[in-house]
């Protein structure tokens, strides 16, 4: 499945590779030595492709082999630099974070490339996603679900952290969510399909 481009917005700083704490996702499935290596794999998969080079990959944990989605989002001076990602989960995760982190930095079509200057000032945040399941639009619960809605062969996703960053309520994700789709604003009301996630979001001081 090719790479899906998502919207987000966030700020701050922290040392590349490096996870930032925050309370409220402090709690989760992976440890922070797992969170710093899908981090660190992300930076390294950009470095080696701007070098033209073959990635050199540490002892990956089991854990990290499981196939999960995952979108990364690169950020440069507090501004999104770039974020593409797998909805489904069709390659294990270290993989899906290395191919997302390439795809971000150099084919989101939204942005120019990035270059080597900018590779060194990356911040960089992972969202690993959920299974999707079927919701009610009253359902989608802000702050916690993200949003695929799909008809015909047009379909649109944000992830759970757009809605705050944007200061958005339900009706505004609902329609934003239908826009990144291509779609009428009010298609959520009609013959749209809503399927929402969850995601562990972690990174570097952008949260």
């Given at each position: 499945?090719?790479?899906?481009?998502?919207?987000?917005?966030?700020?701050?700083?922290?040392?590349?590779?490096?996870?930032?704490?925050?309370?409220?996702?402090?709690?989760?499935?992976?440890?922070?030595?797992?969170?710093?290596?899908?981090?660190?794999?992300?930076?390294?998969?950009?470095?080696?492709?701007?070098?033209?080079?073959?990635?050199?990959?540490?002892?990956?944990?089991?854990?990290?082999?499981?196939?999960?989605?995952?979108?990364?989002?690169?950020?440069?001076?507090?501004?999104?630099?770039?974020?593409?990602?797998?909805?489904?989960?069709?390659?294990?995760?270290?993989?899906?974070?290395?191919?997302?982190?390439?795809?971000?930095?150099?084919?989101?079509?939204?942005?120019?490339?990035?270059?080597?200057?900018?590779?060194?000032?990356?911040?960089?945040?992972?969202?690993?996603?959920?299974?999707?399941?079927?919701?009610?639009?009253?359902?989608?619960?802000?702050?916690?679900?993200?949003?695929?809605?799909?008809?015909?062969?047009?379909?649109?996703?944000?992830?759970?952290?757009?809605?705050?960053?944007?200061?958005?309520?339900?009706?505004?994700?609902?329609?934003?969510?239908?826009?990144?789709?291509?779609?009428?604003?009010?298609?959520?009301?009609?013959?749209?399909?809503?399927?929402?996630?969850?995601?562990?979001?972690?990174?570097?001081?952008?949260l």
């Open positions: 499945m090719s790479p899906l481009p998502n919207s987000s917005s966030s700020s701050g700083s922290a040392a590349p590779g490096q996870a930032h704490h925050n309370p409220a996702a402090a709690a989760g499935e992976y440890s922070p030595e797992e969170r710093g290596l899908l981090l660190r794999l992300a930076h390294q998969a950009i470095e080696a492709a701007l070098e033209e080079r073959e990635l050199a990959l540490p002892l990956i944990p089991e854990h990290l082999k499981q196939q999960r989605g995952a979108f990364t989002t690169l950020h440069l001076e507090g501004d999104v630099r770039g974020c593409v990602g797998y909805v489904f989960a069709v390659a294990p995760l270290f993989q899906t974070v290395i191919e997302t982190a390439r795809a971000a930095a150099f084919q989101d079509m939204r942005f120019l490339p990035v270059t080597r200057e900018e590779a060194a000032q990356l911040m960089i945040s992972i969202s690993v996603l959920s299974p999707l399941f079927s919701v009610q639009a009253e359902g989608v619960e802000l702050g916690k679900h993200g949003l695929l809605i799909s008809q015909g062969n047009r379909r649109g996703l944000l992830l759970p952290q757009v809605p705050a960053e944007h200061g958005w309520d339900r009706k505004t994700f609902l329609e934003q969510t239908c826009r990144k789709a291509g779609l009428p604003s009010d298609a959520w009301l009609h013959e749209a399909t809503l399927e929402a996630f969850t995601a562990e979001i972690f990174g570097e001081g952008v």
